[in-house]
């Protein structure tokens, strides 16, 4: 089984042929954000971190632009830097060249200001742009695939039709040889044990408690009942009324494969199959994630209707909520309410989904690519702002 | 007969509504090849649960066949179930402090 894709000097394999405009700090999102305005075929990540935060989060931040870097459906990157803040810009550029892609920095303070910064970035990117499309797509065997999951505004429909359904998707995609990233850590509370029962061997169950352990942790530092924030007012208006039937719900996008590992956030697995990522569940933090651990598509469930996408990774929006895909047509890319009104069946709805994300895969593009729904996005840090 | 509400595992105590349903309907619960018919006692929308027996305050909720939470007060078969008469048991930094 094959889709058409990009492939990249370090043998892996790219949906899109893009070149990434990274911001490395807060500070410098302005002018990423204005040279991805000059040019074609490029796009800016944009985010809140990069400067006066614990040691640690800067880490996750290096290792988060790192990753992103490395994301196979990058041609080329554009650091853009302000000159002053945390990140290690210089580290992060030769780690992301160690993939055989071409890097290039650009500092605000060191050029003299925004406007010169601009001009300077907008004519880089010009030219990788133009290199970029030399490449073209070709055959490669879906094992290249890494997909993440995700599911966000959820409603009841979200458990009953399209998480079940991905699920059916991502098994398809990891027994023809691919991966699948599951992350959104705090929507297992209450359904880790069936988790844990899928995993590899009793050390990878071990993670997986852990993992939901350490996120409750956190949750529950606020020293409040969490339901308002997990599940969402949104969530409860679907009619979801604690977090543990959201969890339930969520799960079923994993399918029935083992899980073979569990990852720090951001991080790349090392093996194919279905593996876990530690992430929260809130949509620019976990859609980072997933990018940077190097997934090429991301299949994105939903209720009542999320609109996010990311800058250079196509996001396929899928809902069970008849409702929600009449009314938000211009950000949903499939339909599977059929499944809720019993005229068709989970495993077909299912092969349906993986169709669409070969499909993708190969350039078709989708809703949040189309409106260009991307901008929004963060890292996920676990230390104060000092 | 098309299900007016699903109950996705036999054990569970709650269904949960595939069209908004009136007071008082009689309303198709179907559970995999199975269906049983309800009176329903309050307005449930779309999506929204509703207790398909008598459920003394304290017992858990199953839906999946799974604990999703915890009975606040009785809930009457029928009625609707959610936030206001069930909490739940997980996420609770309220209770620790």
């Not at chain 1, 409702?323 to 989970?346: F, N, P």
């Amino acid at each position: 089984m094959e889709f058409q894709g990009f492939r990249r000097k370090d043998g892996s394999v790219g949906t899109r042929n893009t070149i990434g405009i990274l911001s490395t700090v807060v500070c410098a999102n302005e002018v990423a954000d204005d040279i991805s305005r000059h040019v074609e075929g490029a796009t800016a990540f944009m985010h809140q971190q990069g400067c006066c935060q614990t040691p640690v989060d800067i880490a996750r931040v290096n290792e988060t632009l790192i990753g992103l870097g490395k994301n196979p459906n990058l041609a080329a990157v554009l650091l853009v830097s302000l000159g002053c803040e945390s990140t290690a810009v210089g580290e992060v550029a030769k780690a992301i060249s160690e993939a055989g892609k071409r890097v290039e920095t650009i500092v605000i303070q060191e050029v003299g200001g925004a406007a010169k910064s601009i001009a300077e970035g907008t004519l880089l990117v010009q030219d990788m742009v133009q290199e970029a499309s030399r490449l073209e797509r070709t055959s490669c065997p879906v094992r290249d695939l890494v997909l993440g999951l995700k599911c966000g505004s959820s409603d009841t429909t979200s458990g009953l039709a399209p998480n079940p359904a991905l699920g059916i998707a991502s098994d398809l995609l990891i027994e023809a040889g691919g991966t699948s990233i599951l992350g959104e850590v705090t929507e297992f509370i209450g359904a880790e044990h069936l988790l844990a029962l899928h995993a590899r061997d009793e050390d990878v169950g071990k993670q997986i408690l852990d993992l939901v352990k350490r996120m409750e942790n956190r949750a529950k530092s606020a020293g409040q009942d969490i339901r308002g924030g997990q599940p969402t007012g949104g969530n409860i208006k679907g009619g979801l009324t604690t977090i543990e039937e959201k969890s339930l719900g969520a799960i079923a996008k994993a399918g029935t494969a083992p899980i073979q590992a569990v990852y720090e956030y951001g991080i790349a697995p090392q093996v194919k199959g279905l593996v876990v990522m530690d992430s929260p569940g809130r949509e620019p933090e976990i859609l980072t994630g997933l990018a940077a651990a190097g997934c090429t598509v991301i299949a994105f469930t939903t209720g009542r209707g999320a609109p996010q996408g990311f800058p250079f990774v196509p996001v396929i929006k899928i809902t069970g909520n008849k409702v929600t895909w009449d009314k938000l047509r211009d950000h949903m890319d499939m339909d599977v309410s059929s499944v809720m009104e019993g005229e068709e069946t989970l495993p077909d709805a299912g092969k349906r989904i993986f169709r669409e994300i070969l499909q993708v895969a190969s350039g078709m593009l989708t809703k949040a690519e189309i409106s260009g729904y991307t901008k929004a996005m963060d890292i996920y840090t676990v230390g104060p702002v000092i | 007969m098309k299900n007016d509400a699903i109950m996705i595992h036999e054990k569970d105590n709650v269904a949960t509504a595939l069209r908004d349903i009136k007071p008082n309907e009689k309303v198709v619960v179907g559970t995999g090849d199975k269906s049983s018919v309800i009176q329903v006692q309050q307005p449930i929308p779309y999506g929204h649960k509703f207790a398909v027996r008598d459920i003394p305050g304290g017992e858990d909720i199953l839906k999946y066949g799974e604990v999703m939470g915890r009975a606040t007060q009785d809930i009457a078969g029928g009625t609707h179930a959610h936030i206001h008469n069930i909490e739940s048991l997980r996420g609770r930094g309220d209770l620790e402090r």
